[in-house]
């Protein structure tokens, strides 16, 4: 069995700014154990980033203590700090106006990094990043997917035991959200690091976590495995077609309504698109694509995901019914 990495007992904090007092974590406790990678998610202001400052010592519960393994990260931070490395995705902890390669330098320094440790390192994360070839441009000159790359690296240098992401993947596209899942994976396999994880994109949890925790207004509603919350709660999808030509986009409406149960039609005829809602079961989408096929050539369609937030509120309501 692993042992527990990180524990979170009855923790709670309040902003409190001259006139006004907001609660925004309620009270909550969770364990995740070394090795696991976990999902924590809610809507924009839900609490999930001032959860990560208090992990990290940045901020101080107002009740409640936090251990990361066995320590206080509030009472005992730059012990603490050894053991944790973290990634704000709005921002950097690199040096703007320095080359890379000086960021890694200095953490190398502050973190007494040897340097056959810090070369192995750099081997391997060139490896997984291609970091090498951006180690002697300034940091401010480097796109938002490279920063990115250079932001973990940088946050993994002394191989911490514990890696916090908050929002790794924003702004990235969908290559680079791809490329940075497997090195989450492949991280987290060499290194047996434990992850939390906060994102906005359902397919970072989907694809990396065996486990999600759910904060809505400060308050855990979910803690549990992955595809027990997919299974109720991610059960419908959408596809979106464009037509441009009006005829034809008419004639598939009314074929889809008058052949395929259960979906919902929503058209933009100006736009030239339909957007088809099913509930997710077997050959659905296929029996879909294959009717509009039948109409004429298939056009361009795209597959999304209903999105996390809506997800989140099902089972908020689910909750509270
Ligand atoms: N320093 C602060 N002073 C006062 N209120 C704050 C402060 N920092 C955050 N808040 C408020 O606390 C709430 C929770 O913020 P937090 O950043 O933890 O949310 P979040 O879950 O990370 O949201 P997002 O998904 O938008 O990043 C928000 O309503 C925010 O306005
Ligand atoms: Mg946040």
Redesign the pocket.
């Known amino acids: 069995m692993n042992k527990i990495m990180i524990t979170v007992s009855n923790v709670s904090k309040t902003?409190?700014?001259k006139n006004t007092k907001?609660l925004?974590?309620d009270n909550i406790s969770f364990d995740i154990k070394q090795g696991e990678i976990v999902g924590y998610i809610?809507?924009?202001?839900?609490?999930?980033?001032?959860?990560?400052?208090m992990l990290c010592g940045i901020l101080y519960p107002d009740k409640g203590c936090i251990s990361i393994d066995g320590i206080s990260p509030q009472k005992n931070r730059l012990k603490s700090n050894l053991n944790i490395g973290v990634i704000f995705g709005?921002r950097t902890q690199l040096w703007w106006d320095l080359p890379l390669k000086d960021s890694f330098r200095i953490l190398k320094a502050i973190y007494k990094v040897s340097d056959i440790e810090f070369n192995e390192r750099l081997e391997y994360f060139d490896e997984i990043f291609q970091i090498k070839s951006l180690l002697s441009a300034t940091v401010r000159t480097l796109s938002l997917g490279e920063r990115m790359k250079a932001d973990i690296v940088a946050s993994l240098i002394h191989n911490p035991k514990v890696l916090f992401m908050?929002?790794p993947t924003i702004g990235l596209d969908v290559y680079s959200k791809v490329k940075m899942r497997e090195a989450i994976q492949k991280i987290n396999q060499k290194y047996n690091t434990t992850i939390m994880i906060?994102t906005?994109d359902f397919r970072d949890v989907e694809e990396l976590c065996e486990r999600v925790i759910i904060?809505d207004k400060?308050k855990i509603i979910y803690d549990n495995n992955i595809h027990k919350f997919t299974k109720k709660y991610s059960d419908e999808k959408k596809v979106i077609i464009s037509i441009e030509n009006q005829i034809q986009m008419m004639h598939l409406i009314n074929s889809l309504q008058n052949k395929i149960n259960d979906i919902d039609i929503n058209f933009d005829d100006k736009n030239s698109f339909i957007i088809i809602t099913y509930k997710k079961e077997k050959k659905k989408l296929m029996r879909i694509l294959n009717l509009i096929n039948e109409n004429g050539d298939l056009p361009d369609f795209t597959v999304v995901d209903k999105p996390l937030e809506n997800m989140i509120e099902d089972l908020y309501r689910m909750e509270h019914k």
Not at 42 to 53: C, D, L, V, Y
């Open positions: 902003y409190k700014n907001k925004v974590v809610g809507k924009n202001g839900a609490g999930k980033s001032t959860t990560i400052k709005q908050d929002e906060t906005h904060l400060g």
